[in-house]
């Protein structure tokens, strides 16, 4: 047996971990990642999406109105002086664009009937009868059903529209998480690279105290500076935990439970902050899921109103069918084999109707009413994106400052450190040079997620669903 030798099986082994190595290390997590997974298992998306299909339901209850219905009555004297059997089939279908409906139906009777019941006779085939009924005055162009089955089809249209602001509110909690997430990592290097800064230090000082070169009071106070900086880490670490567990509301895994981003998936630099994409502001008016709610809502009371008048309306029916029996003669004679067509009206006139005249009332009411909340709201919206738009002008103005008095900051403390290694500056102001640039560091980064957040809310209050990461 070939032994293979022990630096060759090493690397050999090297060689096939290193993918695992590779693949094994985290890719920064990203605001589309976090999106996506929000837009696909949020449970607050999920539950409104859940009412969309309710309201689908009832729409498809409200058509039921129109479902052919087919009936069949027996009567049968089983005891008594006559012993006449009738049987009848019938089936109705309402009409989609009239308040009437059109009918058929067979009927057979066998045996004697009493002279007053003496329509239930038919030849011995039986009697085949279709007829129609048609409203000519009231419930010609609306009517109770055709108005529930409007409303629910708005219906669908409003729940989609609560649907998508609910999401579009999801999302928006989404990016704030991720951002605050993103923040809180920068700050905490922000606090390691200072806190690295004064572990380097106490070693060369620890050398130059050992070496008396500088008085052991220098490497005291570096300690101090050090534990100080050190309990800024740990705050700042708390406060990405706290963020990480914040997100694990809106990133979830495939069967949507919630994941806790872990440290090594932080992103390299503050352009994480800047990945929400915000398009141009439109010079029209925003139409906001909101705002097109309330539209419907209108169409709704519109719909009703409409009902409501049509109950004013007196009722005029035009009603026709036609008849006829085959087969042999029956027990009722001959006359029942010639066709029979028979026509009528029924005429129903109101006098007081103060049902209707109230439901009117309300109908209008409740359509100015409408009106006036769409307009507050139209006007809210605009206001609402021409001061997040002010807003994130500011916060970019801002930032550019903060960048500014950072990198001056930087200046200030690189040559003071210079200084300082020179042995011609202060211990006390190299330490405050260094604390007041991380300072300007962290103040830029939070200039940067103020930016980031105004952009966020413009995206949300122009109902940016493409930026949002909702197109299905």
């Known amino acids: ?80 002086y006559y012993d006449g059997t009738v049987v009848e089939g019938r089936a109705t279908r309402p009409l989609t664009g009239n308040g009437g409906y059109v009918y058929g139906g067979y009927r057979a009777s066998r045996g004697s009937f009493p002279v007053y019941e003496d329509q239930a006779y038919t030849n011995r085939l039986g009697e085949a009868k279709v007829g129609a009924l048609f409203a000519l005055l009231r419930d010609r162009v609306i009517d109770e059903r055709r108005t529930r089955r409007t409303i629910a089809g708005t219906e669908i249209d409003v729940a989609r529209f609560e649907a998508e602001m609910v999401a579009i509110g999801v999302q928006r909690r989404a990016v704030d998480a991720y951002q605050a997430w993103v923040a809180a990592g920068l700050r905490l290097r922000a606090y390691r690279d200072l806190s690295q800064m004064a572990e380097r230090r106490r070693s060369a000082i620890g050398r130059l105290v050992t070496l008396g070169a500088r008085p052991e009071i220098l490497l005291v106070e570096n300690d101090q500076n050090l534990v100080r900086r050190r309990a800024l880490t740990v705050r700042a670490e708390q406060d990405v935990a706290s963020a990480a567990n914040a997100l694990s509301l809106y990133l979830r895994d495939e069967a949507g439970a919630p994941v806790t981003v872990s440290d090594d998936r932080m992103p390299a630099d503050a352009g994480a902050l800047a990945a929400l994409s915000v398009a141009a502001t439109r010079a029209g008016p925003v139409e906001r899921p909101d705002y097109r709610a309330v539209l419907a809502r209108i169409d709704q009371a519109t719909s009703r109103l409409a009902l409501a008048e049509n109950d004013l309306s007196p009722r005029l029916d035009l009603r026709g069918e036609v008849g006829k029996d085959v087969g042999p003669v029956g027990l009722g004679g001959p006359s029942r084999t010639p066709l029979e067509a028979a026509i009528g009206f029924r005429l129903s006139v109101p006098l007081q109707n103060r049902a ?43 930032a550019s400052i903060a960048d500014e008095e950072r990198q001056l900051a930087e200046r200030l403390a690189a040559a003071e450190r210079r200084r300082f290694e020179l042995g011609s500056a202060d211990f006390f102001l190299v330490n405050q040079r260094e604390e007041t640039a991380t300072d300007a560091r962290v103040r830029l980064i939070d200039a940067q997620a103020r930016i980031a957040s105004a952009r966020a809310e413009l995206v949300a209050a122009t109902a940016d669903r493409t930026a949002l990461r909702l197109i299905r």
Not at 384 to 393: L, T
């Open 356 to 398: 209707a005249r109230g439901r009117v009332a309300e109908a209008r009411a409740e359509i100015d009413a409408l009106g006036q909340r769409s307009r507050f709201l139209r006007d809210q919206i605009t206001v609402e994106v021409q001061g997040v738009v002010i807003a994130v002008g500011a916060a970019e103005r801002l």
């Open 1 to 80: 047996m070939t032994r293979v030798p022990p630096l060759l099986g090493v690397a050999f082994l090297l060689v096939l971990m290193a993918p695992a190595a590779a693949s094994a290390q985290a890719a920064p997590l990203t605001l589309d990642e976090v999106l996506r997974s929000s837009a696909r298992s949020a449970p607050q998306i999920v539950e409104a999406l859940a009412k969309v299909r309710q309201a689908d339901g009832r729409a498809l209850s409200a058509e039921g109105a129109f479902d052919t219905v087919f009936d069949v009555d027996s009567k049968s004297r089983i005891a008594g």
